[in-house]
């Protein structure tokens, strides 16, 4: 079972970036396709970003595109998610995820712990 862990997270104003990076603990990782989910107070999960294991396909939310970027390092075993012109609106805490199926989904097994992006109005 792959492990996730996230980093980059904080406190941040509008207007400003954040890159977050998702460490798998397998040298398989380029074998998972990943994804980015986001969960506000008192919201769902939601579906961020992914992308398939070659970085072939990738997936945005509509709002975040134009927005964030996401990537991979398949040789690092690392995924990113850049996060730029942030809004109070992406105030979260945001989840990694790795599935070997494709569309990723809520309904995969394979998470991060999270890390808090907060952003200042």
């Known amino acids: 079972q792959v492990q996730l862990v996230e980093s980059g997270g904080g406190l941040v104003q509008t207007g400003d970036s954040l890159r977050l990076s998702c460490a798998a603990s397998t040298r398989t990782f380029s074998r998972y396709h990943m994804g980015w989910f986001r969960q506000a107070p008192g919201k769902e999960r939601e579906l961020v970003a992914a992308?398939?294991?070659?970085?072939?396909?990738?997936y945005y939310a509509d709002s975040v595109k134009g927005r964030f970027t996401i990537s991979r390092h398949n040789a690092k075993n690392t995924g990113y998610l850049q996060m730029n012109s942030l809004k109070p609106e992406d105030t979260a805490v945001y989840y990694c995820?790795?599935?070997?199926?494709?569309?990723?989904?809520?309904?995969?097994?394979?998470w991060g712990q999270g890390t808090q992006v907060t952003v200042s109005s």
């Open positions: 992308i398939s294991w070659n970085s072939g396909s990738t």
């Open positions: 995820a790795a599935d070997t199926r494709w569309p990723i989904s809520a309904g995969t097994t394979t």
